[in-house]
């Protein structure tokens, strides 16, 4: 009964490539989120989605781009993949856009 | 930058020992929120406290909140083993976003 899942666990591409990374979530929350988590363990929201109303941090790159088909779902799309970007990517959700987050198991994703 | 930052870093104490961890935050804030992280784990919402609250408990956790100096600490008691983790403190203003704090790692030695 996982409450927030993505997919894959682990995403190993070379640089250039476009990438997804899927995220469920089971709970009947309104709002989704993407976060970045670098290798000094600092965590960055990148997106947050709510009822349609996409938010988008300014300084994540347009390379970056959140689709979210329905309620329940929010997948990131990366393209040209870059060294930088090699990260543990996060997936959250919430009742609504203040409290709580639960979040997945994150995605570790190594650009080479 | 809503970043917040946690003091200290890197906390080892031994099992049975009270853990306290210090989180400083710059802006107004609506709630404060305290999460965990195991290695190689998502984060979990361990408490959440609002900015007209100065105290709250849970179990073996508390949180405390002074706006004024806009500083947060989290005391976990008769800590465990599997208290080992990063913790995190996060700040919200309103109906936006979470900024996380820089963690503090905390190891219960056995």
């Known amino acids: 009964d996982t409450a927030v899942s993505q997919t894959p666990k682990y995403l190993v591409t070379q640089m250039g490539n476009d990438k997804s990374i899927k995220c469920e979530q089971n709970l009947g929350h309104d709002t989704m989120y993407w976060y970045k988590q670098d290798s000094k363990k600092f965590l960055k929201i990148m997106f947050s989605y709510n009822n349609k109303e996409l938010i988008i941090n300014e300084t994540v790159p347009n390379r970056f781009s959140p689709k979210s088909p329905d309620k329940a779902h929010l997948n990131l799309h990366i393209n040209s993949l870059e060294l930088g970007d090699s990260a543990v990517y996060f997936c959250?959700?919430?009742?609504?856009?203040?409290?709580?987050?639960?979040f997945g198991p994150g995605t570790r994703l190594t650009v080479t | 930058s809503q970043q917040g930052e946690e003091d200290p870093q890197a906390l080892s104490i031994q099992e049975g020992e009270n853990a306290t961890m210090n989180c400083s935050y710059k802006?107004?804030?609506?709630?404060l929120q305290w999460y965990r992280q195991n290695s190689g784990r998502g984060l979990v919402h361990l408490i959440l406290i609002r900015s007209n609250e100065r105290e709250k408990h849970s179990g073996r956790l508390r949180v405390t909140l002074d706006t004024s100096k806009k500083s947060s600490s989290l005391l976990i008691t008769a800590s465990r083993a599997a208290d080992t983790a990063s913790y995190f403190c996060a700040t919200q203003t309103g109906a936006n976003n979470l900024f996380f704090g820089t963690g503090t790692r905390l190891t219960v030695i056995p």
């Open positions: 959250a959700s919430s009742w609504d856009r203040e409290g709580e987050q639960y």
């Open positions: 802006t107004s804030i609506n709630n």
